[in-house]
């Protein structure tokens, strides 16, 4: 099992709709999370970190972490094209932060 | 600030050839990561430096991998000799301490290496 798990897509949404993206993972020590989004050819950049159970709302970003049921999600308003790119789901355990593979989100105009 | 340097950008090795990657983090940063990124397995965490003492090198694939830290502005990774399946984008991250591992990652641009 991997330790950070999500779905690779794509997932396809209309421009102005919510982009629901998800990830589940293994490590119960783990305390941090983080969304990073990557363009194709590019670097992963931060675009959240969520440390605690609830909601994280930063402009159109919504970040939403389960500790129980050992989920993160990442939610996108009103989505653009621009939007477009993968996004890697990141937890921490001891000092180490692990990625998933990333979900490709596709925003058509 | 100028983000963390990788060089080169691109790599082009012939199998059995050396090849070094080379890093330089932020200024100030204590923690520094090597990751290497293919389409199938992602982002795999290669080992991690903390005040250049590396502390876990446990996704180093195999003894052709080394990684050095002889100072805290800039790191080395080596492959010796190097495989077609080594090709992969590499990426270096730094991060400020914080023991925690609240701390978030920022990543260079990254070296896409080639092993024909």
């Known amino acids: 099992q991997k330790e950070v798990e999500q779905n690779s897509g794509p997932l396809s949404v209309p421009e102005g709709a919510i982009a629901s993206l998800n990830c589940t993972y293994s490590?119960?020590?783990?305390?941090?999370f983080f969304w990073y989004r990557q363009y194709s050819g590019k670097s992963p950049e931060l675009i959240m970190s969520?440390?605690?159970?609830g909601d994280k709302e930063d402009g159109r970003f919504t970040a939403q972490l389960n500790k129980a049921s050992q989920y993160v999600s990442l939610l996108i308003r009103d989505s653009q094209p621009s939007d477009s790119a993968t996004y890697l789901c990141?937890?921490?355990?001891?000092?180490?932060?692990?990625f998933g593979t990333g979900t490709r989100l596709l925003v058509s105009p | 600030d100028a983000g963390v340097i990788q060089s080169p950008r691109h790599e082009v090795t012939e199998m059995g050839q050396e090849v070094t990657l080379r890093c330089k983090p932020i200024s100030g940063h204590n923690s520094l990561f090597w990751y290497r990124q293919t389409m199938m397995r992602g982002l795999e965490l290669l080992i991690y430096f903390n005040n250049n003492v590396p502390i876990d090198d446990s996704g180093m694939p195999e003894d052709r991998f080394s990684a050095k830290m002889p100072n805290a502005s800039f790191s080395t990774l080596k492959i010796q000799p190097s495989e077609p399946r080594d090709s992969a984008v590499y990426f270096c991250?730094?991060?400020?301490?914080?023991?925690?591992?609240?701390?978030?990652?920022?990543f260079g641009n990254g070296t896409r290496l080639t092993v024909t």
């Open positions: 991250a730094s991060s400020p301490w914080q023991g925690s591992g609240n701390s978030p990652l920022h």
């Open positions: 990141a937890a921490t355990g001891f000092q180490k932060l692990v």
């Open positions: 969520i440390y605690s159970n």
């Open positions: 490590d119960r020590g783990s305390q941090s």
